[in-house]
């Protein structure tokens, strides 16, 4: 039971940070459009 709960907290936590480095990258793509124009 408790190892299950830990796997499924692993792969939550792993699409998060994916996630996060995802809206990074775009956050970044923006300011670069941005500075550009």
């Known amino acids: 039971?408790?190892?299950l709960y830990?796997?499924?907290?692993m792969i939550i936590v792993?699409?998060?940070l994916m996630y996060v480095q995802f809206?990074?990258?775009i956050v970044i793509?923006?300011?670069r459009?941005?500075?550009k124009s």
């Open 1 to 3: 039971m408790t190892k």
């Open 29 to 31: 793509l923006i300011k």
């Open 23 to 25: 809206l990074n990258k």
């Open 6 to 9: 830990i796997k499924v907290n």
């Open 33 to 35: 459009a941005a500075s």
């Open 14 to 16: 792993c699409m998060f």
